[in-house]
């Protein structure tokens, strides 16, 4: 059995809490970031897993559809920049 290196940045791995507005609600988001995903779950039952592209933008990969709004707001949380 092989093992590939890993050569994604581990920078900023870990667990994310914060409130984010979705359905003109403000609810609980939890992120977790494992390399390049970003595992979420909005409000306790909206999950969904977003990946981290080479140049730093995000796209939904699984999971229930998440607004372009909400994705950035998560990007800028997690990773610090828009």
């Known amino acids: ?3 590939t290196p890993d050569t994604i940045p581990a920078e900023r791995d870990g667990k994310y ?3 984010i507005s979705y359905a003109e609600r403000e609810v609980s988001c939890q992120v977790e970031k494992e390399q390049n995903i970003l595992h979420v779950i909005i409000d306790e039952n909206l999950k969904a897993d977003l990946k981290i592209n080479a ?3 995000l796209v939904q990969v699984e999971g229930s559809p998440i607004p372009d709004s909400c994705i950035n707001y998560i990007k800028k949380q997690v990773l610090g920049h828009s």
């Open 1 to 3: 059995m092989t093992t």
């Open 17 to 19: 809490k914060f409130t």
């Open 55 to 57: 140049d730093g933008s």
